[in-house]
């Protein structure tokens, strides 16, 4: 009887899946510390790139924005005192507070003052409260012309108030006399009882009585208060004990004399200092439309930065758009002026700028690296494609290849990515962007695995094959359609990414930050131009292989048909041709903003020397006679001037001696299109236009008021934004420019100039010989000096150095992306030259054909990395915010400098000779018994 047959047990749910998982990691960690101590050199190699690649994603960022921060910092202080939050207290007028003609004497006005400064400041939006310190305030009355004992003077009357009621009376020295009081009544003056006292006691500054003969006791007689007729009497006079102390900003006619506005009618101007003890007679005796009671909050630069720019920006508009919140309980309404919304708004646009640059740079730098990585990848896997196939031949799963190069690239990359991050802490602690960071970390853990894969997957596919010509053709017509499709893919999205920046520019995403699609438009470029290389490059090694074979020598023939195997690979010729673009790109950026930067110092200042102010004919006849002055152009400006009858439209009116101007703009090889239009002696007035204003004369006849009348304009032309001229009052539609002596003419009267533009060898003498640099109301610039003091902000300067150096860094990828280049073709090139050298070739021709081997495709490189180089600032000029850098009155016009070039060569070059060197080194110890063995086929 036979035995029943034993049923075998169903399979365990899961069962599969754990067997496949085990199959698949079994021996994962032997196998990855064996492989990793094989090729420890080459994965040490790979982790140094990783690790300095993820320290510079991180560390440009960083150094970007304490750059930033030093520039908003600077940009505040450069402003001065016009920073200063100053806030205007008006007069009570709500209903109930309505001021009484007559009231009595409050001698608690500075406490209470003191305490609604106090008040103001913590009304304030936090964020603006935070950045300004205590206030000063002051209470002053009109500037009105007075006779101080027999001496005509302009005067007002001036109370100081600090924070600190200690420091209060340090603020003077008396050194003559003694401090003002309240004043003393007579025993049967009505005022006796709390009506107004007749008299109020001041002070003088010691230098300012000195030089208008005043002295303690006299009598200031003049209109300084308005409610009843009272003795000014000087009771001292006092010293200021630091005239830098922030409570005597815009209050020079306290610290000392100023020259008189009019010198006619007055021999000096001194303002009458208050005391706190006096400032009750002042408040009783002036009404209050003839106070000025302000506050003024210095502004404290060090306490703005990147962080709250923004907050603080938006603080100030919405304090000076409601100021609602800042009205005091008496009803009295508070008024907020200050220049530091406008200074951040400009520094705003430069920090725009900034980013979009510093995104640029990072984004290529880590693509360069990232293909520097999948190229150290390729070439590990090269080195272990015999063990990776023999397994996969032994039945290992592509899961198994996979997870095993990953168990040994993931911790390394990790290691190498903390490192990274590590060091860049070090040098420069600080927010870490995290995203660029981490981008090379995966592909620095994935490549290995992704190339490995690939490689055995295209070894033993377990495809089958057709066996019919046409079919296998038509399978690899498919193959090629999906590279086709995907390499145009590649092109259009570069192409895209251009259009994009050249139309909305880096910054127009709804946050304000950069959008990362457009800022890595260069390198999508660049890798965009490899595709073409790519499809180039063969054809043009086949001509050169053509033509090789009808010469004698073995150098020629061999490298051409080895040259076309090396240069099939993307890879590297990407990496080659994108780290030699950025590098010229950087280069030529470079040479653009500092070529810019002189175009614009030239822009601004016009001439050697720029002369603003209160200026006179005088002052242009002496510096046209001066010794090395070769040129001498006057401009006056008219502002906001009716262009026509009725239209609407006004003009800043721009008179220049065009002439002259022409002469400076020829020098310098920087002319003003239409100045020799401007000359005319028929009695008509030539003139240029803006863009802006320009229909506006086709439709009206274009006149101007002048002293004599209306002048009829004849338009001869457009102007630009040049010549630059400083302009105040209300903004005007456009611009306006006219011959000054032709002006003048037509109008019968003559023009002072307010601007002076000196230019020749001698220009900056003249002025420090006629003293133009003393004058307080005269401004002074070189064009040296501008150009310096411009080039040299924290941005700017920040900017050049940051692209230089990425210059150097990319110089360093491009010789490491060819090195590794030389070594991943070294097996299939050793062969061929073993087999060569068994028939008589000797180390020099062998250093030969390997350097001619690689030349090809490191000439391809250079040669398309340049084109890209140069051709990527030129189609990005205006989106990369490079005006901003310059500080011109336009973009600048792309330059080209030659040592970007050199770099690119020479990095290429010195790279290239020395692998070739140390591979004929390595070559050189080889034995023949060994090269016989390894020559063979």
């Given amino acids: 009887m036979t035995a029943p047959r034993e049923t075998a047990a169903p399979p365990r749910p899961g069962s599969s899946t754990g067997v496949a998982t085990r199959a698949a990691t079994a021996g994962a960690l032997l196998v990855a510390r064996r492989r990793a101590r094989a090729d420890a050199g080459l994965l040490a190699l790979g982790a140094t790139v990783l690790a300095v690649s993820v320290a510079l994603s991180v560390v440009i960022p960083r150094t970007v924005a304490r750059t930033a921060d030093d520039a908003v910092q600077q940009g505040v202080a450069a402003i001065g005192t016009s920073a200063d939050l100053v806030a205007r207290i008006g007069t009570n007028t709500a209903p109930g507070f309505e001021s009484s003609d007559v009231g009595s004497r409050n001698p608690n006005d500075a406490a209470e003052l003191r305490r609604t400064v106090s008040k103001v400041h913590d009304a304030l939006p936090p964020e603006l409260a935070a950045v300004v310190g205590p206030g000063t305030a002051t209470v002053a009355t009109n500037v009105v012309n007075a006779i101080a004992g027999t001496t005509p003077i302009a005067t007002r009357l001036v109370y100081v108030g600090v924070p600190d009621e200690g420091r209060q009376d340090g603020l003077v020295e008396w050194v003559d006399g003694r401090a003002p009081d309240a004043a003393d009544l007579e025993p049967d003056d009505p005022a006796s009882e709390g009506v107004a006292p007749r008299q109020i006691e001041v002070g003088m500054q010691a230098d300012a009585a000195e030089l208008l003969g005043v002295q303690v006791g006299d009598e200031v007689r003049g209109r300084l208060t308005t409610r009843n007729r009272v003795d000014v009497v000087v ?20 610290v000392g004399p100023q020259p008189a506005a009019d010198p006619t009618q007055q021999e000096g101007r001194a303002a009458l200092l208050v005391t706190p003890r006096s400032l009750p007679d002042v408040n009783l005796n002036a009404t209050d439309s003839t106070l000025l009671t302000q506050v003024r909050y210095p502004t404290d630069p060090d306490a703005i930065d990147t962080s709250n ?13 409601d100021p609602t919140t800042l009205r005091q309980s008496d009803g009295r309404h ?20 900034a980013r979009a640059q510093q995104s640029v740079v990072v984004l290529g730098i880590a693509g360069v690296a990232a293909l520097v990585l999948v190229l150290a990848a390729r070439l590990l896997v090269t080195r272990r494609e015999t063990y990776l196939l023999a397994e996969r031949a032994r039945g290992a799963s592509l899961a198994s290849v996979a997870v095993r190069a990953l168990v040994e690239s993931v911790p390394l990359a990790l290691l190498a990515g903390g490192l990274g991050l590590l060091a860049a802490g070090l040098v420069l602690p600080g927010p870490t962007l995290w995203s660029v960071a981490a981008g090379l970390v995966a592909v620095a853990a994935a490549a290995p695995a992704v190339v490995a894969v690939l490689a055995v997957r295209r070894a033993w596919s377990g495809r089958r094959q057709p066996a019919n010509r046409s079919d296998r053709a038509r399978v690899a017509s498919r193959r090629r359609a999906r590279r086709w499709v995907a390499e145009l893919a590649l092109i259009a999205l570069a192409v895209a990414a251009v259009v994009s920046v050249r139309r909305r520019g880096l910054l127009t995403t709804g946050s304000g930050g950069v959008d990362p699609l457009l800022a890595a438009a260069p390198l999508l470029v660049a890798a965009a131009a490899t595709i073409v290389v790519v499809h180039a490059l063969p054809p043009l090694l086949r001509a050169a292989a053509n033509a090789a074979g009808r010469t004698r020598g073995v150098v020629p023939l061999v490298a051409t048909a080895r040259a076309s195997t090396v240069a099939g690979t993307v890879v590297p010729l990407m990496a080659l041709t994108t780290a030699v673009g950025l590098l010229v790109f950087s280069g030529t950026t470079t040479v653009t903003v500092q070529a810019g930067q002189a175009t614009a110092a030239l822009e601004r200042i016009g001439a050697d020397v720029r002369v603003e102010g209160e200026l006179t004919e005088q002052d242009v006849t002496a510096l046209r006679a001066a010794d090395g002055v070769t040129s001498v152009a006057a401009l006056a400006v008219l502002g906001s001037r009716s262009l026509g009858s009725s239209t609407g439209v006004t003009v800043d009116v721009v008179l220049a001696d065009a002439d002259e101007l022409a002469t400076i703009g020829a020098t310098h090889d920087h002319p003003i299109p239409g100045l020799t239009d401007l000359v005319a002696t028929d009695g008509t007035v030539p003139a240029l236009v803006s863009a802006s204003v320009e229909p506006t004369t086709r439709l009206v006849r274009p006149t101007l008021r002048a002293a004599d009348g209306r002048l ?40 002072a100039p307010s601007t002076i533009l000196v ?86 021709t062998a250093r030969a054909l390997t350097f001619a081997e690689v030349a090809p495709l490191a000439g391809a490189a250079l040669v398309a990395g340049t084109v890209i180089g140069v051709g990527i600032p030129w189609l990005l000029s205006g989106a990369l915010g490079l005006d901003v850098a310059t500080g011109g009155l336009r973009p600048p016009a792309t330059s080209v400098g030659w040592w970007p070039l050199v770099a690119a060569v020479a990095a290429v070059v010195v790279a290239l000779v020395v692998a070739v060197l140390v591979e004929s080194a390595v070559r050189r110890r080889d034995r023949l018994g060994e090269v016989l063995r390894v020559g063979e086929r």
């Fill in 712 to 751: 009829e304009l004849s338009v001869v032309g457009l102007l630009g934004a040049e010549p630059y001229v400083t302009t105040t009052g209300p903004a005007a539609t456009g611009r306006l420019l006219v011959d000054r002596a032709t002006f003048d003419a037509a109008q019968g009267t003559s023009t």
């Fill in 235 to 254: 009771t001292g006079l006092y010293t200021v004990a630091d005239e830098h102390d922030v409570a005597w900003v815009g209050l020079e006619d306290l």
């Fill in 759 to 844: 230019d020749g060898p001698g220009a900056s003498a003249a002025v420090v010989a006629l003293a133009l640099t003393e004058r307080p109301d005269v401004t002074v610039t070189t064009r040296a000096d501008w150009l310096r003091d411009w080039s040299s902000t924290p941005l700017n300067d920040g900017l050049v150095t940051l692209l230089r150096a990425t210059a150097a860094i990319l110089a360093a990828y491009a010789a490491l992306a060819l090195v590794l280049l030389v070594v991943a073709t070294s097996g299939d090139r050793g062969r061929t030259l073993s087999a060569l050298r068994t028939l008589g070739l000797d180390g020099r």
């Fill in 309 to 321: 720019r923004a907050a603080v920006r938006a603080a100030i508009t919405r304090v000076q758009a």
């Fill in 334 to 353: 508070v008024t907020v002026t200050t220049a530091l919304g406008t200074a951040l708004d400009e520094i705003g646009g430069r920090l725009a700028a």
